[in-house]
């Protein structure tokens, strides 16, 4: 089945230092990807939609400067987060829909981000 | 404000019985509805979308959908340990347009 790789799966990284995150479908093609964020038993949020070839659109309250999306292939979007502080410590997953398949969408394996 | 509304739980159940998870949306223009489950500090996984009326099974999982009355359940049979985790539902409006989650339910299944 479809696949869609998230890297790094885990990281640590020191307070005011920038993190990016790849999310890559595999065996398919993905205009759009998203971007969820995740507090510890908390429910999924999405932060933003990345679009292949244009700007991401954000969700109210995520600020665009800080969580910078890139999508710069039908297989690769990346999330950069700029100036991390301890409070953007989360589980970071994407998720993309293969070109055609209106009804199926991947997750990737999420990305622990740990900002010390 | 599209929404996707779940009870929290927990709900348990003991193994081999059904557990039922319940959801409701918001959203009339909903098409595509899919129930994921997530363990502690993983990704969701997907169990199965359903857009059509009427029920869909997969193995020991059965997914209702009631679009009148804006509903969506996920019937699992002979509930085992392994099952217990969190359940997603989540509503799409079309292609290209993100999952509306709702908040998960927990299910614990009880040897």
């Known amino acids: 089945g479809a696949v869609v790789s998230q890297h790094p799966s885990r990281v640590i990284c020191k307070s005011g230092t920038s993190v990016k995150i790849e999310c890559r479908s595999l065996?398919?093609?993905?205009?759009?990807m998203f971007w969820y964020r995740q507090f510890p038993k908390q429910s999924l949020m999405l932060m933003a939609t990345?679009?292949?070839?244009?700007?991401?659109?954000?969700e109210q309250g995520v600020e665009k400067d800080k969580f910078l999306i890139n999508h710069a292939s039908l297989t690769l979007s990346t999330l950069t987060v700029t100036s991390a502080h301890p409070e953007d410590s989360s589980f970071y997953i994407c998720?993309?829909?293969?070109?055609?398949?209106?009804?199926?969408?991947?997750f990737g394996e999420g990305s622990w981000l740990t900002v010390v | 404000q599209k929404e996707v509304e779940q009870n929290s739980g927990p709900l348990s159940v003991p193994e081999g019985a059904i557990a039922s998870l319940n959801c409701t949306y918001s959203?009339?223009?909903?098409?595509?509805f899919f129930w994921y489950r997530q363990y502690s500090g993983k990704s969701p996984e997907l169990i199965m979308f359903?857009?059509?009326?009427g029920d869909k099974e997969d193995g020991r999982f059965t997914a209702q959908l009631n679009k009148a009355s804006q509903y969506v359940s996920l019937l699992i049979r002979d509930s085992q340990p392994s099952d217990s985790a969190t359940y997603l539902c989540a509503a799409l409006n079309s292609g290209n347009t993100p999952l509306v989650f709702g908040k998960g339910t927990r299910l614990s299944v009880i040897a």
């Open positions: 990345s679009n292949e070839g244009s700007k991401a659109t954000y």
């Open positions: 959203d009339r223009g909903s098409q595509s």
């Open positions: 998720s993309a829909e293969p070109l055609g398949e209106g009804n199926t969408i991947y």
């Open positions: 359903i857009y059509s009326n």
């Open positions: 065996d398919f093609q993905a205009t759009t």
